[in-house]
C-alpha cells in the first residue's frame, strides 16, 4: 500500500449566503465574463448563457423589489435562489476541470474569477532538517498529526515560486532525502495533509550539505 498523500484538491469558496443581491448578481457576471471563450471551459456547466439570463431575471426581480410592492420580495428570492443553484453548479464544474491536473488547478480556477477556499489546516510551526549519514542525504522531521501526511519540498532559489520541487511525501513524519549534491545551499519547507485538506507551507530552513 502506498504512503504517498493525496494531492489537496483546489475548491472554490463562492459563500453566496454572506453577500447580498447586487453582490451576487455582479459575481455572476464577472464570471461569465471571464469563462466566455476561456480555452479551459470549452462547455461550462450550466450554459453560461443560462447563468446570464438569471441574473437578468434576478436584477429586474431585484429593482422590482425595492417598490416594496406585495409579492416582489417573494419573487426576487425566488429569482435569487435559482441563480445561486446555478452558480454553485458552476462552481463544481469549474472544480472538476481544474483538478485534472493539481500543478495547474490554482491558475484555472483563478482564470474565472471565483475566490479559491482557503487551506483550512495550519502549517507546522517548526521542522528539522540535518545532514544525514551518507553524501547527498538529509534527514527532515517535524511533529507528527493524526491521521496524516506530509510534503516537504526543496529549492536552490526560494525567491523563484516555480523551482520549489516535491522532495519526499509520505504519512511518516521523518524520511530521508536522497541525491542531493554536496556543497551546495538548499531550502526546505514542509505542509501537511489531512482532512481538512493540504496546510500552507511552513517557514524555510536552508541547509548546507557536507
Not at 515560486?161 to 530521508?176: E, I, L, V
Request: net charge positive.
Amino acid at each position: 500500500m502506498s504512503n504517498r498523500p493525496k494531492v489537496r484538491k483546489q475548491m472554490v469558496a463562492l459563500k453566496l449566503y454572506t453577500k447580498s443581491v447586487p453582490q451576487i448578481i455582479a459575481e455572476a457576471n464577472l464570471y461569465v465574463q471571464k469563462m466566455t471563450g476561456n480555452p479551459s471551459f470549452p462547455n461550462p456547466s450550466p450554459p453560461l448563457t443560462d447563468i446570464s439570463t438569471e441574473s437578468a431575471a434576478l436584477e429586474a426581480a431585484f429593482t422590482i423589489s425595492l417598490t416594496r410592492a406585495k409579492g416582489t420580495a417573494s419573487q426576487m428570492h425566488a429569482y435569487k435562489k435559482t441563480l445561486c443553484s446555478s452558480l454553485k453548479g458552476l462552481a463544481a464544474y469549474v472544480e472538476t476541470i481544474a483538478n485534472k491536473d493539481p500543478d495547474t488547478a490554482e491558475a484555472v480556477i483563478c482564470s474565472t474569477g471565483m475566490p479559491l477556499k482557503k487551506p483550512s489546516s495550519l502549517p507546522p510551526k517548526e521542522f528539522s532538517v540535518k545532514q544525514g549519514p551518507v553524501p547527498g542525504n538529509v534527514i527532515v522531521n517535524t511533529k507528527a498529526i493524526t491521521k496524516g501526511a506530509y510534503i516537504y519540498q526543496l529549492s536552490t532559489t526560494p525567491d523563484n515560486p516555480a523551482s520549489w520541487t516535491d522532495a519526499y511525501k509520505n504519512a511518516k513524519a521523518k524520511g530521508s532525502i536522497y541525491g542531493l549534491t554536496p556543497g551546495m545551499r538548499y531550502y526546505f519547507r514542509v505542509a501537511t495533509v489531512d482532512t481538512n485538506g493540504e496546510s500552507a507551507w511552513s517557514p524555510q530552513i536552508s541547509l548546507v550539505l557536507n
